[in-house]
């Protein structure tokens, strides 16, 4: 992946450049290339590998949420970490998200699972990995990815103050464990999957931890309502 055939936001494309002509990048972009020659499904669709960071500029980070892999299901994913398109069935772990925010903020849940409106508030919803084969959980893991979004972790480590990370799961926990805590609030619990909810998410109050924390130093909290029109 040539720099300069990515479209990505400038500030992203600022502190990210130079990932575009390391040659893991290039290894990457073969792969997906002959993924798709050998007629394999890719989701999701090319627009859309970096849609969390053009929808969240790196200087307006404010909250940090991590997931793994995109949904592997046709239709489902978009760019964004648990959210999916408009009238697509509301996954699992979204469900499990949507019960800790109505116990922990008194939010009804939302009738879909599109997510946009929290990016668009400066809600990073980043996975781990950017692309998934259709019905084939985690594989494009190893191939590349992980790197690039390590980087992209480490940028809003050291370019931003004051952003929550929220880490679900060991994995989430794991990836950002380098994350400066003297300069960021992290918050960890258990995933929302419903293997895990009952473990600790259930119950970890992440939306009202995070939003007291961005007021007490001097930032808007997010309004963690989704319209209900999308």
């Known amino acids: 992946m040539a720099e300069g055939e990515v479209k990505l936001e400038e500030s992203w494309k600022l502190v990210l450049g130079q990932e575009f002509s390391d040659p893991y990048m290039g290894e990457l972009k073969h792969f997906l290339v002959a993924e798709r020659q050998a007629g394999k499904r890719i989701f999701p669709k090319g627009s859309e590998y970096f849609r969390a960071l053009d929808l969240t500029p790196l200087d307006e980070v404010k909250v940090v949420i991590l997931g793994q892999d995109p949904y592997h299901g046709f239709g489902q994913a978009h760019g964004l970490c648990f959210s999916v398109r408009p009238g697509v069935r509301i996954p699992p772990s979204l469900i499990n998200i949507y019960k800790e925010m109505e116990t922990d903020l008194g939010i009804p849940p939302a009738k879909h699972g599109f997510l946009e409106h929290w990016a668009e508030q400066g809600v990073l919803l980043l996975n781990s990995v950017l692309t998934v084969e259709e019905g084939k959980a985690a594989a494009h893991q190893g191939k590349g990815w992980e790197r690039f979004t390590d980087a992209v972790i480490r940028a809003v480590n050291d370019e931003c103050d004051g952003v ?67």
């Not at 380098?178 to 918050?187: A, C, I, W, Y």
């Open 164 to 230: 929550v990370f929220i880490l679900w799961g060991s994995y989430a926990q794991k990836k950002a464990a380098f994350v400066d805590q003297q300069r960021h609030l992290v918050l960890r619990s258990a995933h929302p999957s419903p293997l895990s909810a009952h473990n600790g998410f259930l119950g970890s109050r992440p939306f009202s931890k995070a939003n007291a924390y961005l007021q007490s130093i001097g930032k808007d909290p997010v309004d963690w309502r989704l319209p209900e029109q999308v």
